[in-house]
């Protein structure tokens, strides 16, 4: 997979952060590996941050094919310890981060929608925790972010796939729209933010980040 950093010139102070593994977009422990040290070098000018797939997907969960390739245990801790830092990054990243979904976002990957300040999804997007049929037992971190308790143990324990409406009807993301008005959504909202008083916004991020019930990093 490839994490390709866009800052568009009719876009000042929005950063976008595009991932691309074919056929599946499966998350690779480099690709979270560059999510963190992007968002851990952002400069003064960056206001928010947009985080999209192209292809077939958003994710497909941890890259399990790297982690059977690695040695001994490798692969797991490799994938367990840069998803840990790439979502404490995400929720401790100064100015906003945006994470667009379309069509499906399993394992890591909600691990990635659930430490950001929005997100959104396509109405046919299927969300699944794929943990438990993985041999590993993270994303409830991120998952008690969006869910109520009983909602989450039982999406968990099933490993069964859920709706982004009703995700959304349960309150975990944003907004739910036809993948036609995906992308045009986060630019406008992204642009939105870049147009307030940067240092504000960030104040702002800041201070809901303090006072927020969960921890991101201490969970992980």
């Keep these: 997979m490839t994490l390709e950093v866009q800052r568009p010139s009719d876009s000042p102070g929005v950063v976008r952060l595009v ?58 801790l490799g994938q367990c310890l840069e998803s840990a830092r790439a979502c404490t990054a995400i929720s401790r990243c100064p100015v906003p981060v945006i994470v667009v979904v379309h069509d499906y976002c399993l394992g890591v990957g909600i691990e990635l929608v659930g430490s950001a300040d929005i997100a959104l999804a396509n109405e046919a997007a299927l969300f699944q925790w794929t943990e438990i049929d993985n041999g590993t037992i993270g994303g409830a971190a991120q998952g008690f972010r969006m869910l109520p308790s009983q909602v989450l143990r039982h999406l968990m324990f099933t490993a069964e796939p859920i709706t982004a409406r009703d995700l959304w009807v349960r309150g975990a993301l944003t907004e739910v729209l036809p993948i036609a008005d995906l992308d045009t959504r986060a630019r406008e909202i992204a642009q ?13 991020k800041a201070s809901m980040d303090n006072i927020e019930e969960l921890d991101v990093e201490s969970a992980m």
């Design 19 to 76: 991932l691309s593994n074919p056929p599946a977009n499966a998350t690779s422990i480099e690709d979270l590996r560059s999510i963190a040290d992007t968002l851990e070098s952002l400069t003064e000018d960056d206001k928010v941050i947009v985080v999209s797939s192209q292809g077939k997907g958003f994710s497909a969960g941890g890259d399990l094919k790297e982690m059977e390739g690695l040695d001994g245990h490798e692969g797991i």
């Design 192 to 204: 939105t933010i870049a147009s307030k008083p940067p240092n504000l916004v960030r104040h702002l």
